[in-house]
Structures are given as structure tokens and as C-alpha cells.
């Protein structure tokens, strides 16, 4: 045991401190891991790593500006800890030098554990860039550091070849493959990610992601027994369960997904991060219902970290939307607004876009005034790095319709089902017959309202949006004939539109998704490349890009896979 007098912390205290610290967070136990990790943050690797992952974490699963600067600030100061204990030589000159000899000799034990927390610094300091901005300029801009990270995973796992070839007895060995397998995985999982332009950018400076290798490579770290096993996993179910829907097709691997989350579910069943991801999956396999009951159950296990029931009322408000349960749905999209500060503008227009979807009577109940609310949308638009978060350039752009300079506002028509599709809902709801019954019910109303209105210079957009809506409700109820003319309406409107130009390439990708559906791999595969090919500067496009990358992959493979 250390003294408080004690100045030097050796790789097996570290190690030992950073495991009860990991254990007390997954705990909820976030306050007591911390105070455990920071009086070694600047003299000890592990601590520094540790310390800097949890703030990290808060960062990724916040959103919060201040979480994120505090994320960096944090990897900064983990960075020049672990420097300390690197081989004074580069990494490569090292590892190079000594494979080629065939030994290892030349590399204590402790600096190849800072060889490996070194480049997760780095690999953690990516993963923020790449939550801050979807637009993935800042993943670019970095790109020197993340190299550097990259180059120096190869290395390690270089290094795991001949540590494991020579038979060379490492007291922690396990916890240094642990460490290569989190960041070989979780590096070839992001670079798989993104869209053919930035791919091949990326290459040209030398990196490529391979998704399955990224995969294998988490499942074996989630299944060993190093320190790092819950990182895998989490990494992995943050794929499977938001990744795969939010920038992907919605085509999950949920058995995957449950046997990953079984085991550590059962080591913290109190945990809320556990729970949210439990939650999280029985969502994605239609048992709305219970989904609901664990998210609730997320919030009550702890209060410490009240940003974390942030994620639980998003999701709550979802599932509220997903059962056109509107007052339920204002309720939560009115606490987001009070009490977190992701995206005002995004939550505040969400709030507005629920109430929209109300009967007059029960918006007067709520006191609140729809124009006002989407009025203030655009004041309270942020800039993050100089750029805008495309999700509320959406909304701002939406909330135009509102403005005090038009003689009186243009109804926005079913503008919740539109926030639903832009954040893949859809696809989620696609297991419960019965809440695409209802939701095409709801579509299928305004449909017969606008036909009964008076023309205007938003007709043809409000028509096109709601016809997409309703392909893709038919498309949840396996009417596909239905479906696509509705998608072939949309699309042969393309020149008549003036406003919503984001409809025509989003209904390609989902008239893709219906040819796929029905065998056609080919003709999918051709619509997609229509989509990403012949449009350019409309709202959320770098999703749609993210979307069409995830369905290019799934679908090129052979079929026996």
C-alpha cells in the first residue's frame, strides 16, 4: 500500500488503482473515481489515463461545450504524463530497431504500457473532435495527431506479435493486449465510419479502416480480462445501439449487442451507463414499453451526474413521439430545454415541433406560444469551432416559416415526424406494427388537410415531406408498392421544390433501403450512388453521406455473410 509520503507510483499500483477506479465509475460511484485518480494524475500513467477517460466519457455522453474543453484540457495533461515514461527515442525508431532484432530488450515493460496510454490520449482526444463536429473538419485538421496515435497502435500491436510468438513472460501482458485490442478496434470502427470523400483523403495520409477487423478486434478486448474489457464493450454497444442508427441504416446487430452487455450488466446492475445501454436495446427490439421502465430506472440509480439523465429524457421523449404521446413528449422536450446546454436551438424547436402536433386547447393549457418559441430558435444558434451544428441550421432554417418579417407564419406541417426521421426514428419504431398503424394514420390526416388548402410558395415542399413520411411508414408495414409512389412522387418533384432540398437525396437513400429490402442489390446500389453523386449543399448532408457509406459496406458484402 502507498504511503501519502510516497512520490513514485510503480505500473502495478497503477494498474490496481485505475481497475477500483473504473469498477467505482461503471458504479456510479463517478465523484469517489475521480478523487481516487487525480493526487497521481501528474506522476502516474494509469491515473492519468484513467482521470482523463472519465472526463472524456462525461464529454461524449454531455455534449456540453464545457465538458468537451474540460475533455481536452484533461488529454492534455494526460499526454505530457505519460511522455514522461515513453522511450526517449520515437516509437518507431524502437520498435523497428528491436523487431528487427527480434527482441525486446530494448523496451522495459513500463514503456510499452506508455507507448499504448499515449496513443489512447491521443485516440480519446480524436473521439472528442469527432463528437464536437459532425462535419468531420476538425477530424481532418488533427489528423497529424491522430496519426501519430494510429502509427503507434500499429506498432503495439507489432509488438503484442512478438511478445506472443517469443513466448516472453510479461506480468501484464493481459492488460497491454487489452489496451492494443480497445485502439486497433476502436480506430479501424471510426475510420470505417465515414464517407467515401474523407476516406479517401484519409488514405491518401495513411490511414484505412477495415469495420470487422475493428469489431473482432473489440469483442476479443470486451472478453478478456484486462482493465480495459468494459471499454470494448461500451465501445461496441455505443456502435450497435446509436452509431448504426444515428449515421448508419438502422440495421442492428441487437444479439450481438445483448450477449456483449449480459456480463456486465449482471457485474453492475444498478449501473447507468449499463442500464441506459439495456434500455437502449430493448428499445431497438420494439419492447418500447420497458425501455421506457429501465430509462427511468437510469435516472433514479444516481443523481451525481445529472447530464446523464439528460440522455435518458431525450430518450424518453422520443419514445413519446414514437407513440404520439404528445404531452408526455412537451413534458420531457421542456426539461431538456431548463436543464441541459447541448443545443438549446435544437431542443427548444423540438419543444415547439411537439406542440405543434397538439390540439389548440392543449397548448393553451401549457401556456406556452408556438411562434414565439420558434422564433427564438435562431438567436440561440451556437458556432462551435467557427462552424454550425448542421442539426440546428436544420431547425433554424425550419423556424424561418415563424419570422416576425412575414405577413403571418406558415404552419410548419408535422414538423415532430420530420425531427423523427432526421434522427433515424423510423427504422426504430419498424418492429411495432402498431405504432406505424398509428403514426401513418397522423401522416395520412395532413395529407387530406393540404390538399384542402389554398396554394402556396411552401405547398410543393410540405406536399414532398409528407409523402416521404408516408413511404416510410408503408415501408415499416411491408407495403413496398405503396411505398415507392410515394419516394417516386418526391423525387419527380425535385424541380418545383424552393425550400426543403434535402428531400430528394434522403428519399433516394430510402427508396434505396426498399430495393434492398426486396432483393434488388443492384438497383439499390445504384440509387445510393445517385444520391451521393448528384446533390450537394443541402440540410444534413454529412449524415445522409455517413448513412449511404453504412449501406454501401453492409450491402456490397456476399450475401453468405
Partial sequence: MLTSTSTKMDLKGGLEECAVALNLFLSNKFTDALELLQPWAKDSMYHALGYSTIVVLQA?????????????????????????????CTV????????????????????????ICYAECLLQKAALTFVQDENMINFIKGGMKIRTSYQIYKECLSILHVIQKNKIKQQFF?????????????????????????????????????RELGLLQLQEGASGRSMRSPLCCLTILAFHTYISLI???????????????????????????????????????????????????????????????????????????????????????????????????TYVFLKAAILSMLPEEDVTATEENVAALFRQVE??????????????????????????????????????????????????????????????????????????????????????????????CLKNLQRPLQAELCFSHVIQSEKLLKFDHYLVPFTLFELAVL???????????????????????????????FRIQAAVHLWRKPSSD
Fill in 60 to 88: 461524449i455522453m454531455t455534449f456540453e461545450q464545457q465538458d468537451i474543453q474540460n475533455g481536452i484540457s484533461a488529454m492534455k495533461d494526460a499526454l505530457q504524463t505519460c511522455q514522461k515514461y515513453r522511450k526517449k
Fill in 92 to 115: 518507431v525508431e524502437s520498435v523497428s530497431s528491436f523487431l528487427s532484432r527480434g527482441s525486446l530488450e530494448q523496451m522495459t515493460e513500463e514503456e510499452m504500457h506508455a507507448e
Fill in 174 to 210: 493481459y492488460e497491454f493486449e487489452g489496451g492494443v485490442k480497445l485502439g486497433i478496434g476502436a480506430f479501424n470502427l471510426m475510420l470505417s465510419l465515414l464517407p467515401a470523400r474523407i476516406i479517401r483523403l484519409l488514405e491518401f495520409i495513411g490511414f484505412s479502416g477495415n
Fill in 247 to 345: 449515421l448508419g441504416t438502422g440495421e442492428v446487430n441487437l444479439v450481438e449487442a445483448e450477449g456483449l452487455l449480459a456480463p456486465f450488466l449482471q457485474q453492475f446492475p444498478n449501473g447507468s451507463l449499463m442500464l441506459f445501454y439495456h434500455a437502449r436495446i430493448e428499445l431497438l427490439k420494439g419492447n418500447v414499453e420497458k425501455a421506457q421502465e429501465i430509462f427511468r430506472k437510469c435516472i433514479s440509480v444516481q443523481e451525481e451526474w445529472k447530464q446523464f439523465h439528460h440522455l435518458c429524457y431525450w430518450e424518453l421523449m422520443w419514445i413519446h413521439v414514437f407513440q404520439q404521446n404528445w404531452m408526455k413528449a412537451y413534458y420531457y422536450s421542456d426539461l431538456l430545454c431548463k436543464e441541459s446546454k447541448w443545443s438549446k436551438a
Fill in 379 to 472: 438567436g440561440l444558434k451556437q458556432r462551435i469551432a467557427g462552424k454550425s451544428i448542421p442539426t440546428e441550421k436544420f431547425a433554424v432554417r425550419k423556424s424561418r416559416r415563424y419570422s416576425s418579417s412575414l405577413p403571418a407564419p406558415v404552419k410548419l406541417v408535422l414538423p415532430a415526424l420530420e425531427m423523427m426521421y432526421i434522427w433515424n426514428g423510423f427504422p426504430v419504431v419498424c418492429k411495432r406494427k402498431d405504432l406505424s398503424e398509428n403514426l401513418l394514420l397522423t401522416v395520412e390526416k395532413a395529407e387530406a388537410t393540404l390538399q384542402n388548402e389554398n396554394f402556396s410558395d411552401y405547398s410543393v415542399d410540405d406536399e414532398c415531406l409528407v409523402k416521404l413520411l408516408k413511404g416510410c
Fill in 515 to 545: 430495393y434492398k429490402s426486396q432483393g434488388e442489390i443492384d438497383k439499390a446500389l445504384k440509387t445510393l450512388e445517385t444520391a451521393r453523386n448528384n446533390y450537394k449543399d443541402y440540410s444534413m448532408e454529412s449524415r445522409l453521406h
